[in-house]
């Protein structure tokens, strides 16, 4: 009799275990910083307001996958358009249109020798886009001048990888991205866009 108890308390017990291990809370969700360009002196444009369009329509379904991320390259944007183009004068429009802000997942094909099972393989490569035009409009209406800035980043993620650390590679790589673009467009701002700035 004392042996069916005990084999019963230890059933129980791992039963109890079991159960409280399926319930388990996954790891806490990563907080990450906002990506913001308020240190960098922003653009005077001799403009009466800034408009933002955005071309961009996410298509939410693989290959794509933007929107997993902690900070999607168009929100990114956005931040960059709000912090960096500002209107200076009293007439005339600036026109900011976001193209593309697409991240695709491109799945890679592993290796299947012996050597594989003591690598660590990469499964995934992640290109992202960032593709913005700034036209400039006058009080006729017309386009007087715009520019645009185009760059790509690309970043694999090994077989290993935990949520968590996904989400780490996809921030930094929103992060590089926009640094890209920002270079980019200081850039053609001076070289196309000049005579539109209100000079200080």
Not at 178 to 187: C, G, R, W
Request: with cysteine; aromatic share 8%; charged share 25%.
């Amino acid at each position: 009799m004392n042996k069916k108890r005990t084999l019963i308390h230890v059933g129980v017990a791992l039963i109890a275990a079991i159960g409280l291990l399926s319930c388990a809370a996954p790891p806490p969700k990563q907080k990450f910083a906002d990506i913001t360009y308020g240190h960098l002196p922003p653009y005077m444009f001799n403009v009466a307001r800034v408009d933002v369009v955005s071309e961009f329509k996410p298509k939410l379904e693989p290959p794509y996958v933007e929107q997993q991320f902690p900070i999607p390259p168009e929100r990114a944007i956005r931040q960059w358009i709000h912090d960096r183009i500002k209107p200076a004068g009293t007439e005339g429009v600036a026109k900011v249109v976001i193209n593309d802000a697409s991240v695709k997942e491109v799945e890679l094909l592993g290796k299947k020798d012996l050597e594989s099972k003591f690598t660590t393989e990469q499964t995934e490569r992640y290109e992202a886009v960032a593709d913005v035009t700034i036209n400039i409009y006058g009080t006729r209406g017309f386009r007087d001048g715009y520019t645009e800035a185009h760059v790509e980043r690309s970043q694999t993620v090994p077989e290993d990888a935990t949520l968590n650390g996904r989400e780490l590679i996809w921030y930094n790589m929103t992060d590089a991205l926009m640094k890209d673009f920002n270079t980019q467009m200081e850039q053609n701002i001076r070289t196309y866009l000049q005579k539109f700035l209100v000079k200080k």
